[in-house]
């Protein structure tokens, strides 16, 4: 595709998109290369920094494979198998998505506090994380056509044979998608591997800025990091392929015929019943024990209305600046794919990586240096939430353009229409479901944010996230609870919403 025939104010808008999230990068690189090569050598090749690497490693090997395993497997039975109840487990298993991360780690701790460590790290990262893929492979099983996998049962392969056939290829976008989610989370971790006392790359650079942002040490540990991220990014382009996986129309327009599981039935119900207890029933069931002990009316009176009232309008004003920093993007990347739009695509990713506290600071340098009017405001939280959490919205962006007919946009283009009205009447009401959906990921997202708003949120202005840390890190587990229950329950509708989603995306 030549550079005269894309559309060129959905390519600027991508490209300026692009250039907001590479904003750290001016602060990190350059000071780990005023370091020197040969001192930066010395540096990251110390044995401290190769454990740290071995660490945050060890995390991505066991967490995303984990992550994969139970997501598919927990939507193939609630889509496509005659699974007892299959609603209210589609509903429990997204519900996760509702529990912070780090609070799940605040309940582990509490209720087990000898397992910390790898295995506490890697068991409660892949328990809050699955559903990045359970949501998307979902979402898909719902709404593929039946019809290819019963031409493969009727040339004579086996049911497990023709899934792997037809089913599996067409769920690469969704898996591949997720798989990159949950490996970006990994890589900027900071308050479950703090709470698990699990020494990473993310937790060692926050000790470093505690020292000083000037440190050059911190900027080198951010570089490795963003490293990590770019070899990430090319992994999950190299599985994603190219192979397109939508048709023109929605095919059969019916539900594959549910597999019965027969003697499999208990197992299956036995195993979701296990993750479910381990990823929502033990959270739930610690915030709720030390909120019984709460001092509820003090806490009103000391402003948790107030906090709750902030923190959901910069959920929704992060919300809404990330999915639409990520559309000009993902529809360049789908409709006119070529090496500059995967560039600028990938690009984008680049920020997220970063721990929060590092993007925090950068911006504020930046800010103080060559923006200072813009210190200190929510403008400049909301920019710090668009580049962590973009590509949030880009994966759900892109599986939704994916199965949305480009021969349409290209109809529509024949009859005169160009690439921005093509984006607004044909492109946008089509995958509509899909942009709600990577709304909803990034209000939860922002909703609990910790390191970079406590950076640069302005002062007066507090979060939930802010005030559960605070409380927990000073061992006030009690004092800790409201806000973890405030935000337990902001993040319930939008996790219903995505449940519907499910429900709808066909």
Request: net charge positive.
């Amino acid at each position: 595709m030549s550079a005269s025939s894309r559309p060129r104010g959905v390519a600027l808008a991508a490209a300026l998109v692009a250039a907001l999230t590479v904003l750290p990068l001016l602060v990190i690189l350059p000071s780990a290369v005023s370091v020197g090569a040969e001192s930066a050598a010395a540096y990251l090749l110390r044995p401290r920094v190769g454990q740290l690497l071995a660490h945050t490693g060890m995390l991505v090997v066991v967490t995303v494979p984990a992550s994969i395993i139970i997501g598919v497997l927990a939507a193939w039975l609630v889509e496509r198998t005659a699974l007892p109840w299959a609603g209210l487990w589609r509903t429990l298993l997204l519900a996760p998505l509702a529990v912070p991360a780090f609070v799940s780690a605040y309940a582990w701790v509490t209720v087990a506090p000898w397992l910390t460590g790898f295995t506490g790290a890697a068991l409660v990262t892949t328990l809050s994380y699955y559903p990045f893929v359970f949501l998307p492979a979902a979402a898909m099983l719902r709404t593929l056509d039946p019809g290819d996998e019963e031409a493969a049962r009727s040339l004579g392969l086996s049911p497990t044979a023709a899934v792997v056939r037809t089913v599996l290829p067409r769920l690469r976008p969704a898996l591949s998608g997720g798989a990159l989610l949950v490996t970006l989370h990994l890589l900027a971790e900071f308050g479950v591997l703090q709470m698990m006392r699990f020494q990473t790359l993310t937790t060692a650079i926050m000790q470093q800025y505690a020292v000083g942002f000037s440190d050059a040490a911190g900027s080198l540990l951010a570089s490795v990091l963003l490293t990590l991220c770019l070899l990430a990014l090319v992994l999950e382009l190299l599985a994603r392929g190219r192979r397109r996986v939508s048709k023109i129309g929605l095919g059969a327009q019916r539900r594959a015929v549910p597999v019965a599981l027969g003697p499999w039935t208990a197992p299956a119900l036995f195993f979701l019943a296990v993750l479910v207890v381990l990823a929502l029933v033990v959270p739930l069931g610690t915030v709720g024990r030390w909120l019984a002990r709460a001092d509820i009316a003090g806490d009103l009176a000391s402003g948790l209305v107030q906090v709750t009232l902030s923190t959901l309008g910069l959920a929704l004003l992060g919300a809404l600046a990330a999915t639409a920093a990520a559309l000009p993007g993902a529809w360049l990347l789908n409709r006119h794919r070529s090496g500059l739009t995967l560039l600028l695509e990938r690009v984008t990713f680049l920020g997220s990586a970063l721990p929060g506290v590092v993007v925090g600071l950068a911006l504020v340098t930046l800010a103080v240096t060559w923006a200072r009017p813009v210190y200190q405001t929510v403008a400049l939280v909301i920019m710090a939430y668009a580049i962590l959490f973009v590509p949030r919205a880009m994966v759900s962006l892109r599986a939704g353009l994916a199965a949305s007919p480009p021969e349409l946009s290209e109809a529509s283009r024949s009859l005169g229409q160009g690439g921005t009205a093509t984006l607004v009447r044909v492109v946008l009401p089509l995958m509509a479901p899909s942009v709600l959906t990577g709304f909803v990921l990034v209000a939860l997202a922002v909703g609990t944010e910790l390191t970079a708003t406590l950076l640069l949120a302005p002062t007066g202005v507090d979060t939930l996230a802010l005030a559960f840390w605070r409380a927990a890190s000073e061992l006030d587990y009690a004092g800790a609870a409201p806000y973890a229950a405030m935000m337990i329950a902001l993040s319930v509708p939008l996790t219903l919403l995505l449940r519907r989603q499910i429900l709808e995306e066909r």
